[in-house]
């Protein structure tokens, strides 16, 4: 009877360490791909990539997307 309850306890605690490790390395692939994400746009030669040249299409495409308003840089001799 004590070894069918030792072999119940590890089998529970075995089913809990693995549903554990699993939903934790989940996480750990959505936080190295962030990462990896911004690691290549600090390599990128141009980290600011913008369709438009034109300020007044790009300044308008942040109104209500971000909290407060800016000043474009410009990189036209850049």
């Not at 934790?24 to 190295?32: H, I």
């Not at 290549?40 to 209500?64: E, N, Y």
């Amino acid at each position: 009877m004590f070894a069918a309850a030792m072999a119940g306890v590890v089998l529970v605690l075995g089913a809990l360490t693995s549903t554990y490790v699993g939903t934790r390395s989940g996480q750990d692939q959505v936080f190295s791909e962030i990462a990896d994400l911004h690691v290549a746009a600090l390599a990128s030669s141009s980290p600011v990539d913008v369709i438009s040249t034109d300020r007044h299409t790009v300044k308008p495409w942040f109104q209500g997307k971000i909290p407060f308003a800016f000043n474009l840089p410009d990189l036209k001799n850049s």
